[in-house]
């Protein structure tokens, strides 16, 4: 998890999205995440596009972070927050 809390830091204030799994993490910026989702089939509904797309524009940068973890062929779309001390 630790590489996912780094990369959190690094790009905090950034809107976009960190794609990690159990020993990598990559920052993809907005574009990057949009061209990513317009990469799928047109036609399939997996509900993932969508819910990531509806996440990466409605989330606050500045306070929280967008990821998308994979564990073999399971997805998730997780939102964390920034909790003061």
Known sequence: MKHLVQSFQEHLGERGCHFYDESDCTFLPWDKVIGFIS???????????????????????????????????????????EVPL
Do not use: H, K
């Open 39 to 81: 990469a799928f089939e047109e036609g399939v509904d997996d509900g993932f596009s969508e819910r990531l797309a509806d996440t990466l524009s409605n989330y606050n940068p500045d306070t929280e972070f967008l990821a998308v973890q994979q564990v073999g062929a399971t997805v998730s779309v997780e939102l964390y927050c």
